[in-house]
């Protein structure tokens, strides 16, 4: 077997492929995309499954192309919608675009002067120069209605199925200029393979069909799974619904970091194999080692750090860490002052909140400012019998009345964390 398809069968991320796509890999060095669309400023962690599909693929000596559709992101992929997307517009996407391929550059080696060195390129570049008339006489001709209907993401639309509202033109063209794509990736980069997810396969045949009719050339699809979790439901959103980013100012690498942690034991053994570049025998003993022990978590806190240093970077991850031990006591004040806003709000969420003037933070009685300027305490004599049993924590540290808060104390620059017996949190921003 074919050492990159046996890699992508023992991780659990192979689903279908076309006959000869096997003996194509084994008889050279085969260029291959994926695409990617600018649906929004980030990809998020659904798309790591396709980024590390193209990283396997450049580790077994193939070149891999990220495409970033310009072109296609302006219609949409109708593939597992139910809806038609709002389209964008030309700014937005372009920012979109600018954005993604800064993104996809840190998850593979664009070093130029190796074989399977990998390429950006923008489906844009080839399209915004092609006619209408020009698109419908050379490309359109050449694929059938009747094949375009039979396609499942195509029929489960126009018949309605899963509450789907129809399909407008714009969206059935979607395959044809995905298959165009192919097409010119083929006769430009030699590109004779299209991975992607289970739900493309109609879209990447219609790109081989094309191939083989247009150029009487002959090209391959290969597809993975779409990833749930164990139990079926969603994978990548929070319970609200939100998506989990690859951007750190869209989630904190804290954020990302808790995601993979707080993974399920049945998740994290799929897991690891889906999204960590682990050996099978790394893995298996791992997965060993928590089945002996699993209130320990080794497998999903492996999980987490692999991910979150391939995602953010090593630094990334142990502050992570650092502020996930804050919660359970194991850390210093020091590791709270140097934690950024965006994490130690993360790490604090729902917890009560007061303004107050910097200097009557910096230069005010401890007493005074938990109890009358805060709120936190309902009375200076609370205060008092709080701080005298030594019942008040100030960043994770036990304080008294004669306690003075210097600059050094503000996480950030800006907050204290006040802290009654064990669970009762409370946040002054000094402002």
């Known amino acids: 077997m074919n050492a990159f398809i046996e890699e992508l069968k023992w991780r659990g991320l192979f689903a279908d492929m076309m006959p000869g796509t096997e003996e194509q890999l084994n008889k050279e060095i085969t260029t291959a995309y994926i695409g990617f669309d600018p649906t929004a400023d980030s990809l998020h962690i659904g798309s790591l499954i396709q980024i590390k599909i193209l990283a396997h693929f450049q580790q077994h000596g193939h070149k891999p192309i990220a495409l970033v559709g310009g072109a296609t992101g302006m219609i949409g992929d109708p593939s597992g919608k139910s809806s038609e997307r709002n389209a964008l517009d030309e700014e937005t996407l372009n920012h979109y675009v600018s954005c993604l391929k800064g993104q996809l550059s840190q998850f593979l080696k664009f070093d130029g002067s190796e074989a399977n060195s990998a ?8 399209m915004k120069d092609f006619s209408f008339l020009e698109f419908i006489r050379e490309i359109g001709k050449n694929i059938t209605v009747n094949y375009m209907m039979a396609k499942e993401s195509v029929k489960k639309r126009i018949t309605g199925e899963g509450g789907a509202e129809g399909m407008s033109f714009t969206e059935f063209s979607y395959q044809l200029l ?35 009719r247009k150029v009487q050339g002959e090209a391959f699809a290969l597809t993975v799974p779409l990833i749930t979790k164990a139990d079926g439901s969603k994978f990548g959103k ?51 080692d928590h089945q002996t022990a699993p209130h320990e978590r080794k497998l999903q806190k492996k999980l987490a750090e692999e991910v979150t240093i391939w995602v953010h970077s090593r630094e990334e991850y142990e502050k992570a860490v650092k502020a996930s031990e804050i919660l359970f006591g194991r850390s210093t004040a020091e590791d709270l002052v140097n934690l950024d806003e965006a994490t130690f709000l993360e790490v604090f969420e729902g917890v009560p909140q007061k303004e107050i003037a910097k200097e009557d933070v910096l230069e005010g009685n401890i007493i005074e400012l938990i109890s009358e300027k805060s709120g936190f305490l309902k009375s200076k004599g609370e205060a008092k019998r709080e701080l005298s049993s030594n019942a008040i924590s100030m960043n994770k ?28 949190y409370f946040i002054i921003k000094a402002v």
Do not use: C
């Open 397 to 424: 540290e036990k304080i008294s009345e004669t306690y003075e808060v210097a600059e050094k104390d503000l996480i950030d620059g800006k907050f204290l964390l006040v802290q009654k017996g064990k669970k009762n």
């Open 238 to 288: 929070s319970e609200a619904g939100e998506n989990y980013w690859l951007d750190a100012k869209r989630t904190s690498p804290y954020k990302f970091y808790q995601f993979w942690v707080n993974s399920t034991d049945a998740d994290a053994e799929r897991f690891i194999k889906f999204y960590t570049f682990l050996s099978k025998e790394e893995i298996e003993n791992l997965i060993e």
């Open 178 to 212: 995905q298959g165009y794509d192919f097409l010119h990736l083929y006769k430009a980069k030699n590109v004779k393979l299209q991975m992607g997810g289970s739900d493309q396969w109609g879209n990447i045949t219609t790109g081989t069909e094309l191939i083989r």
């Open 119 to 126: 390429e950006l390129v923008n489906n844009y570049d080839w």
